[in-house]
């Protein structure tokens, strides 16, 4: 059976999954190896060349920092679910902060996981071979945006508003208004930056633009209907 992202071996003329970089049948060099990302290095570009930088994460033997990405990843997502139960909220279950980040890492483990194995499974619909670790590394990847929000985004809000900023009783806009629709404006621009490279990566692996779109945005419902379902924890 042959798939749509295959590629012939100029040697042997054998068809091999693109994510190959040596034939199967002579051995011969498909494409450049990468083995390893480079965290630095992906942090940068991923600015400047995001369809380079996330093909290169696609084709990377080892997807290294998955985990480590997971993991600031789900205090961000604790933070955002935070937010969205505040008008809701009056007082808070009765869970440590580190207890909290425990499960939210467990919730985005689970969250993750659950989005690269339905994309696998849409993806392998329009006859294109994909590897699970391919997807998971593309999907996790292009959430950095949310990662440049928590180490700089979060420490801003942090300085304006205090111990006021989960607060509903002043809310955050009724001290400084301003300033709490700016930040609000860049969380949302964080977010459309976030969909935008999971488009840009889930077009390496199928080619269709708006079919790209379309599940780049479904990823991103799903997250956020997660948030929303993970910020009732902080109700009674």
Known sequence: ?????????????????????????CKAFLRDRIVNIDLGETLVR????????????????????????????????????RFISVPFVYETIKLNTFLLILISFGITIILFLFLSFLLQKIISLLNIKVRFKDILAVIIYSSLPNLFALFILFPIELVFYGEYLFSN????????????????VIETLT??????????????????????????????????????LQSKLFLI
């Open 46 to 81: 991923i600015i400047d060349s995001p369809s380079e930088t996330l093909r290169k994460i696609k084709f990377s033997e080892h997807k290294n920092y998955i985990f480590f990405l997971l993991f600031f990843l789900s205090i961000r997502f604790l933070i955002l679910s």
């Open 169 to 184: 009783n002043p809310y955050p806009f009724q001290i400084k208004e301003s300033v709490f629709y700016f930040l609000l």
């Open 191 to 228: 977010i459309f930056w976030s969909i935008f490279l999971a488009y840009t990566g889930i077009k390496e692996f199928v080619k269709a633009k708006l079919f790209s779109f379309i599940i780049s945005v479904l990823t991103w419902f799903i997250i956020s209907l997660v948030l929303f």
């Open 1 to 25: 059976m042959s798939y749509k992202n295959e590629i012939i071996c100029n040697n042997c003329g054998s068809r091999n999954p693109e994510f190959e970089y040596k034939c199967s049948n």
